[in-house]
C-alpha cells in the first residue's frame, strides 16, 4: 500500500511539474505570438513603403533605359548615314537615285524612323528628304526641292517601292526646312552633336513625333549640311503600353511641359486611334483622372524624386517620377510610375498578421529544421546537377568532363558491357525544369539521330535521369576543332582546307535535302579527327540550333530570333531572322574557309552590333589581301562566292559547292599520305583529352533576341 501510494505521490509531482513546464511554455509562445503580432503590424506599413519604392525604382530605371537603347540606336543609325554621305559629293551634284540608294536603307529596316532628311545649310533651303508612309511595306516618297525649282516654289515628288522609282510629279511646295525643328535644333549645338527636338507634329503626316539631327561639314568640298531622322511617339509609347510594374500598376512617359509621349498600359489604349490622339495631350486634360490626380500631387510636392501616396475614388497609389537624364536627347523627358497599394502585400486582410504570428513560435524551429534538411539536400542536387563524374547514366560510366555547350555539358564515358569510348551531353540544371528547353535539347537529339552521313556527329542513345536532366550519347572523337586547329598551326594550306570543305559539303548536303539547317557552321563545331585509321576525317558538330524548314510557321518564336554566330551570320538572316536557307549555311561555311585560309574573320568589329552591320553592308576583303600564303584563285573564287551578299549569287546548294570546290586546282593534292604525316608531327600540339580547354573561344553562338538593336545600328 505504501509502495502503490509513493508511487502514485511521485507521479502527481511529475505531473505538476510538466503542467508546469507546459504552462511556462504556453505562457512564453503565448508572449512570443502577441509580440509577433505587433511586429508584424508594425512593420507591415514599413514593408509595403520598402517594396514601393523598390518597385518604383526598378520600373523607373527600366523605362529610362529603354528609351535611352531606343534613341541611342538612331543615334548610331545617324552617325551611320552621315559617314556614308561623306564620300559623296555636294547636295546640287549628287544624282538623286544615289541619295535614294545611299539612305532610304536606315528606313527600309527600321520601324522606328518614318523619315529622313538631307539639307545644305549654305543654300537657300534646298533639301532631300524622304518619307515611309508605311513602316511594314517597301515604299517610300521622296521630296526633293533644289535649284530653279526651289526659286519657283515646287517640289518634285517621287513614289518608290522594292528599290525602283514608279513614278515622279512636281507640286507647290509649302515646306520649309529653316524654320523647322530639325533645322534650328542643330544650329544650337556644336558641329557632329546629335541633338533631338521636343516633341511636335510633324509637316507631312501631322503625326507627333521628334527628330534627331545633326550639323556637319563634308571633308571634301567643306560644305554643311543638316541630317535628320524622324521618330514618331506612338513607337516610344509601344514599349510603355506593355509594361505593368504590378498586375495593375502603370507607367508612362511625359514632357515636362506635362505632355503624354509614352501611353500607360490603359486597356482605352488598345485602339491605334485612341493611342495616337492621346499622344502630346495634357496630362492635366480630364480624360486622364488617374494620371491627373497623380501628376498634380507630384506638382504639389514640388516635383519630388521621392515616392509618395495619393487617392483617387477612396484607393491609395504609390507614385514615383523620375528625369531620364545622362543624354541630350532624354534630358527632356519624364518617367512615372503609377502603382495600387491593394497590389502589395500591406493591405491583406488583418488575420494575415495574426497566422503569420501564431506560426511564428514553432514555426522558427519547423524552419530551422527544413533549412538544414533543405541545404543538404540542395548540396547534393547542386554537386549531383554541377558533375556527373564517376556516376551512371543509363548504361554508361562517366569518367570526366571533356567540354561544355550553351545548353549542355559534356562527358567522356564508356558503355558498361561493351566498353567503347562514348561522348555524353548531359542537359544543364537551370534548363531542366523549363520545357521550351527540354524541347529544344530534344528537337536535337531527334534531328540529329536522323543524320547518318559519316561526317556528321553519330548519335547512339537518348535518356532521362532520375532528377529529370536530359542526355544522349554520341560518337567520342580524337581531335581538334577548327578554332583550335588555327590556334595551334595557324592559316591552312588550299589542299587541305578544299579537302575539309568537301566533306562538310557532305554532311550539310544530307541535312539540307531533308530540310535541315544549322545555323551554327563555325570552326568549333567541325572537328578534325582519326576515324579506322584515317586521317583528317570531319565531323560536323552540335547541332543544337538546327532548324527543320518544314515545321517553322509564321508564328513561330524560334524563326523570329537571330541565333548563331555573329562572326559567320548571313546578311539575310540578320535582317529577317527567318530567312535561313541552304544558302546560309554556305555564307557561314565560306565565311570557315576564309578563317582557314588567313586566320582571321572575314570581318573583325568592336561588337556584335559592327560585326552584323559589317556582314550587312562591307564587301569582304579577298583572302589573299589578308596573307602572305599563295592561295589559288580558284579557290578564293569559291570562298568570295560563298559570301556574296545575296543568297541568289552563292552555290545554290552543298552539292553545287562542292562541285566547284571539285573542279579547283588542289582537288586531291591533300591525300591520306600527307595527312598522316601532319598527325604524326603535330599530335603533341593538339588539346589532350581529359583536361577541359580553359582559354576562350574565338567565337560564341549566341541567341541575338536584339531586334531593336539591328533596327538602330544596322
Known amino acids: ?62 523605362v529610362m533605359a529603354q528609351l535611352a537603347a531606343f534613341l541611342e540606336t538612331e ?19 549628287l544624282p538623286q537615285p544615289d541619295l535614294f540608294y545611299q539612305l532610304s536603307p536606315f528606313l527600309n529596316h527600321h520601324q522606328n ?8 545649310l549654305d543654300s537657300d533651303g534646298a533639301y532631300y528628304g524622304i518619307l515611309k508612309p508605311d513602316p511594314e511595306a517597301s515604299a517610300f516618297i521622296v521630296r526633293v526641292s533644289k535649284g530653279t525649282m526651289r526659286e519657283q516654289g515646287q517640289a518634285k515628288l517621287e513614289r518608290w517601292k522594292d528599290g525602283e522609282l ?21 544650329l544650337e549645338a556644336e558641329e557632329n552633336d546629335i541633338v533631338a527636338s521636343g516633341p511636335y507634329l510633324f509637316h507631312t503626316s501631322n503625326k507627333p513625333g521628334i527628330t534627331i539631327s545633326t550639323r556637319w561639314r563634308q571633308r571634301n568640298t567643306g560644305q ?111 518617367t512615372g510610375v503609377l502603382v495600387p497599394e491593394t497590389d502589395f502585400l500591406g493591405t491583406l486582410p488583418l488575420q494575415r498578421n495574426f497566422a503569420l504570428a501564431a506560426a511564428v513560435g514553432p514555426g522558427l524551429m519547423l524552419a530551422l529544421i527544413l533549412i538544414l534538411f533543405t541545404m543538404r539536400k540542395m548540396r547534393h542536387e547542386v554537386r549531383q546537377a554541377v558533375s556527373y563524374g564517376g556516376q551512371k547514366l543509363g548504361p554508361f560510366e562517366l569518367s570526366y568532363k571533356i567540354g561544355h555547350g550553351g545548353n549542355g555539358t559534356v562527358y567522356r564515358a564508356n558503355h558498361a558491357l561493351l566498353k567503347r569510348p562514348t561522348a555524353i551531353k548531359v542537359m544543364l540544371p537551370q534548363f531542366a525544369r523549363h520545357e521550351s528547353a527540354k524541347k529544344r535539347f530534344i528537337s536535337e537529339v531527334q534531328l540529329t539521330s536522323n543524320l547518318t552521313h559519316p561526317n556528321t556527329v553519330a548519335i547512339f ?43 562538310v559539303c557532305g554532311s550539310l548536303g544530307e541535312a539540307h535535302r531533308k530540310g535541315l539547317i544549322h545555323r551554327d557552321i563555325k570552326p568549333a563545331n567541325i572537328m578534325l579527327c582519326e576515324r579506322g585509321g584515317l586521317y583528317d576525317v570531319v565531323k560536323v558538330l552540335d547541332f543544337g540550333l538546327v532548324q527543320d524548314r518544314r515545321q517553322v510557321g509564321p508564328h513561330s518564336n524560334e524563326a523570329d530570333d537571330i541565333v548563331g554566330t555573329p562572326f ?34 572575314v570581318f573583325e568589329g568592336a561588337n556584335t552590333v559592327e560585326i552584323c552591320a559589317m556582314h550587312l553592308h562591307d564587301e569582304p576583303v579577298a583572302p589573299s589581301q589578308h596573307t602572305n600564303r599563295h592561295i ?39 591525300d591520306q599520305e600527307r595527312a598522316r604525316k601532319w598527325w604524326s608531327e603535330n599530335r603533341g600540339n593538339l588539346p589532350v583529352e581529359g583536361r577541359e580547354q580553359t582559354h576562350p573561344p574565338l567565337s560564341n553562338t549566341h541567341r541575338l533576341v536584339f531586334t531593336d538593336t539591328r533596327q538602330g545600328r544596322i
Open 632 to 670: 589559288p584563285p580558284d579557290l578564293e573564287t569559291v570562298v568570295m562566292t560563298c559570301l556574296a551578299k545575296q543568297p541568289a549569287d552563292r552555290p545554290q546548294n552543298a552539292e553545287a559547292m562542292f562541285a566547284r570546290l571539285s573542279a579547283c586546282r588542289d582537288n586531291g593534292a591533300w
Open 113 to 120: 524612323a518614318s523619315g529622313i532628311l538631307l539639307t545644305a
Open 568 to 601: 559567320y551570320l548571313a546578311p539575310e538572316l540578320i535582317a529577317k531572322a527567318s530567312a535561313f536557307s541552304p544558302q546560309s549555311d554556305l555564307y557561314a561555311l565560306g565565311a570557315v574557309a576564309y578563317y582557314l585560309l588567313t586566320g582571321r574573320n
Open 166 to 186: 514608279l513614278e515622279t510629279w512636281s507640286r507647290r511646295d509649302d515646306f520649309e526646312p529653316r524654320k523647322r525643328p530639325l533645322y534650328e535644333t542643330p
Open 1 to 62: 500500500m505504501k509502495t502503490t501510494l509513493g508511487n502514485l505521490s511521485l507521479d502527481r509531482k511529475l505531473t505538476g511539474s510538466y503542467r508546469r513546464l507546459f504552462s511556462h511554455l504556453g505562457l512564453l509562445i503565448l508572449a512570443v505570438v502577441i509580440l509577433s503580432a505587433a511586429i508584424v503590424v508594425y512593420f507591415d506599413r514599413q514593408h509595403v513603403e520598402t517594396l514601393s519604392r523598390k518597385l518604383i525604382s526598378r520600373t523607373a530605371e527600366k
Open 461 to 503: 542513345d537518348f535518356g532521362e535521369t532520375p532528377e529529370g536532366t536530359l542526355y544522349y550519347a554520341m560518337e567520342h572523337l580524337n581531335g581538334a576543332n577548327l578554332e583550335e586547329l588555327v590556334g595551334i598551326c595557324g592559316p591552312q594550306s588550299a589542299a587541305r582546307v578544299v579537302h575539309i570543305l568537301q566533306q
Open 224 to 334: 554643311r549640311y543638316i541630317l535628320a531622322i524622324d521618330i514618331v511617339l506612338s513607337n516610344i509609347a509601344r514599349f510603355t503600353q506593355t509594361l505593368r510594374p504590378t498586375p495593375n500598376g502603370i507607367a508612362f512617359v511625359f514632357t515636362p511641359d506635362l505632355r503624354l509621349v509614352g501611353l500607360p498600359a490603359l486597356e482605352r489604349f488598345n485602339d491605334d486611334r485612341a493611342a495616337e490622339a492621346a499622344l502630346l495631350e495634357p496630362l492635366t486634360a480630364s480624360a486622364f483622372p488617374l494620371l491627373h490626380t497623380g501628376v498634380s500631387a507630384w506638382e504639389e510636392l514640388g516635383r519630388t524624386r521621392q515616392s509618395f501616396t495619393f487617392k483617387v475614388d477612396g484607393q491609395t497609389w504609390w507614385a514615383g517620377f523620375e528625369w531620364i537624364e545622362g543624354h541630350p536627347h532624354h534630358a527632356g523627358f519624364l
Open 75 to 93: 543615334d548610331s543609325n545617324l552617325r551611320i548615314a552621315v559617314e556614308q554621305l561623306q564620300t559623296a559629293s555636294g547636295l546640287e551634284g
